[in-house]
Nanobody, 125 residues
């Protein structure tokens, strides 16, 4: 059974940084694509970053490109999301996802079978 657990969320002022982590059990992160999504209040879930098998390729939404970096530690079975230059618009619950289904684009929620419960990020102005 696959379990994903996010951590590292919190409250930060605009311009600050946070690093989110996603740990997996029952699932080898290094051999499967992983992604980060977020969902703000009253908004749809948005795919913001993804990493391919063994970290060879990465993809980012325009809204975070240049500010966020996705990476992974295969030995620790962790995937990270480094978030810099945060703004209030980044306030959301952040989720990691895995179990990619090839029929969908990387940024679509339907592309993933497994989800964590999320971690809250709040950015104040």
């Amino acid at each position: 059974q696959v379990h994903l657990v996010e951590s590292g969320g919190g409250s930060v002022q605009a311009g600050g940084s946070l690093r989110l982590s996603c740990g997996a059990s029952g699932y080898a992160i290094g051999t499967n694509p992983m992604a980060w999504f977020r969902q703000g209040a009253g908004k749809e879930r948005e795919g913001i970053a993804a990493v391919g098998t063994n970290g060879r390729s990465t993809w980012y939404a325009d809204s975070v490109k240049g500010r966020f970096t996705i990476s992974q530690d295969n030995a620790e079975n962790l995937v990270f999301l480094q978030m810099n230059s945060l703004s209030p618009e980044d306030t959301a619950t952040y989720y990691c996802a895995s179990g990619r289904r090839g029929a969908y684009a990387w940024s679509e929620a339907n592309a993933y079978s497994y989800w964590g419960k999320g971690t809250q990020v709040t950015v104040s102005s």
